[in-house]
Every structure is written in C-alpha cells, then in structure tokens.
C-alpha cells in the first residue's frame, strides 16, 4: 500500500471508511457503525441538544444548525438507519413547513428557499424520512426549477430573476440524487426530467464558466474547501457526477484538469480556504494538506481515469 493511502486510512474513522468503500472497494458496515461512535462523528453527536437539535435550532447559527450538522453527518457517511437522526429529520419537517410547501426556518419571509430545500432532501432521505412527508417538497422544487434548468434561491422572491444560481442547482442535484437512490418514487418521472435539465444546466457552463462570455464566473468555484455548506466548487460537482455514475463529457475537461494540476509535491491535496462562521469544531486546517480534499480528488480523478501521474 502506497504512502498516501496509508494517510488516508490513518485519518478519521470517517474518512477510513470512505477510503475502503471507494478507493480500495472493501465495504465494510462494522467500520461505518463505528463512525457513530469515534472521532468527528462522535464529536457531531456530543454537541446535539436534548431535544435532539444543534445550536438554536433547524437554521441559527449558521454552521452549528441542526440543518448543517445533519448535513455534515450525512456527508461523514455514518449509518442510514439511524433512529436518533431520522428522529431530527422528523421534527425539522413537523415542525418548519412553510405555505409554499418548502421547509421554511425564516420568520421574515413566506417563500421557502429552493437552495435550503435541496439540501434538506440530501440528508433527511439519506436518513429515510417517510415519503409523504417529502412530497410537498418535492412539488416545490418542481414548481421553482428555471427555464434554462438551473434553480436559484431567488427566483421566487425576487421579481425577474430568470437565470439559475450554480450553488443552489447543485444542492437541489444532490437532493435529487438521494431521493432516487433511495427509493422514493413520488413524481420521479418528472423529477428524472427535472434532474437531466439541471445537469445540462451545469454543463452548459463547463462547471464554471459564464455561457454568454466563457469568462469564470467566481474564482472560489476553483478553491478547495471542505465541508461546501450551500457553496459551490468544482470539486463538489465533480463528486456528484462521480457518485451519480455519471460518464465522461468533454465539458468537465477545464475543471478535470484544474483538479490534477493541484496536487501539492507530497502527492496530496491541500484545503485552500475555509467559511467564516462558528463550528462545532474544525476538522482540517487551511492552508494544509487536506485528508477530504485528498479523498474527493482521488475518487474524481480516478473514475474520470485521469493520470495523475502527469
């Protein structure tokens, strides 16, 4: 075993974990179970509430929210049949359906944000939430997708806003994905429509250009954080055309390549920047070599079949 695997697998249980299953393919559910019970999960859990919240609630503050940090969890890969976190699932959707049907923590706004929905669809089914508790949901993000495919968290609160946002088609994907993946099947012809729509809508934009100029539309879609809260980079795309199965299109090229040309001299990947905000505690440190950033690189690059010894 090379030297970097070896690091990887000397990291977190978590990352351990994500290691076996997907560069070295030894699936292992003794190994997942124990992400529950060590390292950052473990910390996860600790600071939960004793009505089964973090921070303040469903969205205050920020990070340490219930929402991020069922988000985190789930993207930690801890166990799917998790009663304690479903339970959280289940009290955000009793009790944060907004008129709209979307999940709406705001006090100050009537319409549900599109981008918060797709995320909570992420994780509340990878926990298995019943399904009719999601259809209103699933009807609101129906109704808010844009002609052009994309979605954007403004488009129904804003008047005029008719191009997609990046950031939010991107969440709304991933949520889409677990809804699939799981076995959900409210509306999912619509939603397979739906869902092809927003690929090409990323696509379009080669993951990061301007499809008017070929301009980058944000130089922080090329930098390497982690965790990518509602953010968007090109990392987390690839990583969702990667965990979709999706096959090579020459439009991922530019952001393939600027994965690759990243690897720092020890073969790995540094995390380059960090959101600002309270945490429940900091997994890796900017500036560093990064076991999350090293990992995602690494599943891309290979299922992309880059050489990265180039």
């Known amino acids: 075993m090379d030297a970097l695997m070896q690091w990887l697998l000397d990291g977190d249980i978590a990352i351990r974990f994500q290691t076996m299953r997907d560069l070295l393919h030894a699936d292992d559910a003794r190994l997942q179970k124990r992400i529950m019970k060590e390292g950052w999960g473990k910390k996860y859990l600790d600071a939960q509430n004793a009505d089964g919240s973090w921070g303040r609630g469903f969205y205050s503050p920020k990070w340490t929210s219930t929402h991020y940090t069922l ?182 090229s530019r952001a393939i390549d600027e994965i690759g040309r990243k690897r720092n001299r020890l073969g790995s990947w540094n995390m380059q920047s960090k959101f600002t905000g309270a945490e429940h505690f900091a997994m890796e440190q900017a500036g560093q070599p990064s076991r999350w950033i090293t990992l995602m690189a690494l599943r891309v690059l290979g299922h992309y079949e880059y050489d990265i010894s180039r």
């Open 71 to 252: 988000l985190d969890l789930r993207n930690l890969a801890v166990p799917q049949d998790s009663r304690r976190l479903l339970a959280s699932v289940d009290a955000i959707l009793a009790r944060h359906k907004g008129i709209d049907g979307g999940v709406n923590p705001a006090k100050q706004r009537m319409q549900s944000d599109v981008c918060v929905n797709g995320m909570l669809l992420n994780y509340a089914c990878y926990f298995r939430a019943d399904e009719s508790r999601l259809r209103s949901i699933i009807d609101f993000l129906i109704a808010n997708q844009l002609g052009d495919g994309g979605f954007n968290c403004e488009s129904n609160r804003t008047d005029g806003v008719k191009h997609g946002s990046l950031h939010t088609t991107l969440s709304v994907l991933e949520g889409l994905r677990e809804y699939r993946t799981n076995g959900y099947t409210y509306r999912i012809q619509v939603l397979e429509a739906m869902e092809n729509r927003a690929i090409e809508f990323i696509l379009m934009h080669q993951l990061f250009l301007s499809d008017r100029t070929g301009e980058i539309i944000d130089r922080k879609f090329l930098r390497f954080t982690y965790p990518f809260r509602w953010k968007y980079t090109i990392l987390r795309a690839l990583e969702y055309f990667r965990s979709i199965d999706y096959p090579y299109d020459t439009r991922m």
